[in-house]
Every structure is written in structure tokens, then in C-alpha cells.
């Protein structure tokens, strides 16, 4: 049974780079699946950020575009997320998620607990 | 605003009649991708519920059901039980947008 866990800062400052890491566990990173970042601002619904795939073909939200990079990284099994420049609007609780894409059947069939960041000076 | 459209809220009594959340999206999305329907209950990881319109994950109640019709989709829950609280949330791939899109999401009250 695979299991994810995000962790890093709690608390990011305005302008400044948000970093946050999955670790994943029990599955290769390496496998045929996409790694993905998803988040929910407070009393908001599900956005999707940006999924990953080990050979490094990507596909980001084009509304968060221009500041995402996602990473994975196989000899540590984990996957990484850096969003710049950061506002007060990308406070929201981030989930990592295993998944697919285009015309793969499945969706994001497992998630990690999701891990708060705010944004604040 | 999300992409997909969904109801804010859906209730009803434990056992009683069937509850139905409504997904509404476009060509470039529902229209010729396959619906995936999570239930989120806060403060834990979302799971996935139904996916390519109508299948259901290994461990997954039969009570819960998807259709999908034209830009449109649905999400069924016979005999409601309390454990069904929960904000269930409609995605879809949008070959517009290249990306995942998700709809706002319908909270679930088990009266």
C-alpha cells in the first residue's frame, strides 16, 4: 500500500519561495505513474498545481505556470514542489498525490494527509 | 470559480432516498475526458471514489455510483449512511487547459 507524507515550513513569508517535499513509501517513484501537487485554500475547494512524471515530462496549471516547479527525485523516492514569489491567496493546506493524465483511466488514487502553509510576514 | 460545476450543498436521511451531485463542464473537458469523483473528509487525505465516469477503487461501497452524459456528470449515493459526510469533489482532464480541473465542490449533510 503506498503512502505519501508532505513535509517543510509551515510558514512562508510574502515574495519569498514556498518548498514542500513527499516522501513516498512502499512504490518507486520510478513507476509509470504521475506525482502531483494539489492544494485547497481555507474554505475553498481542490486546485490542482502541477503533475510530474520521472522522466521528467510535466504538466503544471497555467494559472500557476510561471512560479511551479515540480522535481522527483528517484534515489531519495520523493517528490519536491517550489512555488515562488509567494502572496497571501497560496495560504492553503497542499496534498502530493499519485496519479495519472490525458487518457490514462484512473485518477489521483492516492494521497498524502496534505500539510498547512501559510503565507505571512 | 471553478471549471467544473457543482451544487454547494446535497442532504438527506440516513437510509432515505437516493442523493445526487450534478458536474458540470464542457467539451474541452467532461465532454471528452473521463470524471474522477473524490470524497474529502477535512483533515484527511482525499480519496478517490469513482473513476473513468462510472468504476469504483477496490474497497469502495457499491452505494456509490457515476454516470457521465454528454458535458455533464453524476455521482450517486444510495442508502446514505453517516460515515457519507463529507465534501465529494468532480475532476476531469481539459485538453484546453492541459491540466486537471476540478469542480467546487458539493457538501454532503446526512440529516
Known amino acids: 500500500q503506498v503512502q505519501l507524507k508532505e513535509s517543510g515550513p509551515g510558514l512562508v513569508k510574502p515574495s519569498e519561495t514556498l518548498s514542500l517535499t513527499c516522501t513516498v513509501s512502499d512504490y518507486s517513484v520510478s513507476s509509470t505513474y504521475y506525482w502531483a501537487w494539489i492544494r485547497q485554500a481555507p474554505g475553498k475547494g481542490l486546485e490542482w498545481i502541477g503533475s510530474?512524471?520521472?522522466?521528467?515530462?510535466?504538466y503544471y496549471n497555467p494559472s500557476l505556470m510561471s512560479r511551479v516547479t515540480i522535481s522527483v527525485d528517484t534515489s531519495r523516492n520523493q517528490f519536491s514542489l517550489q512555488l515562488t514569489s509567494v502572496i497571501a491567496a497560496d495560504t492553503a493546506v497542499y496534498f502530493c498525490a499519485r496519479g495519472v493524465v490525458r487518457g490514462v483511466p484512473g485518477g489521483f488514487d492516492s494521497w498524502g494527509r496534505g500539510t498547512l502553509v501559510t503565507v505571512s510576514s | 470559480q471553478s471549471v467544473l460545476t457543482q451544487p454547494p450543498s446535497a442532504s438527506g436521511t440516513p437510509g432515505g432516498q437516493r442523493v445526487t451531485i450534478s458536474c458540470s463542464g464542457s467539451t474541452s473537458n467532461v465532454g471528452r475526458n473521463n470524471v474522477n469523483w473524490y470524497q474529502h473528509l477535512p483533515g484527511t487525505a482525499p480519496k478517490l471514489l469513482i473513476f473513468?465516469?462510472?468504476q469504483r477503487p477496490s474497497g469502495v461501497p457499491n452505494r456509490f455510483s457515476g454516470s457521465k452524459s454528454g458535458t455533464s456528470a453524476s455521482l450517486a449515493i444510495s442508502g446514505l449512511q453517516s460515515e457519507d459526510e463529507a465534501d465529494y469533489y468532480c475532476a476531469s482532464w481539459d485538453d484546453s487547459l492541459n491540466g486537471w480541473v476540478f469542480g467546487g465542490g458539493t457538501k454532503v449533510t446526512v440529516l
Open positions: 510530474m512524471h520521472h522522466s521528467g515530462t510535466n
Open positions: 473513468r465516469n462510472n
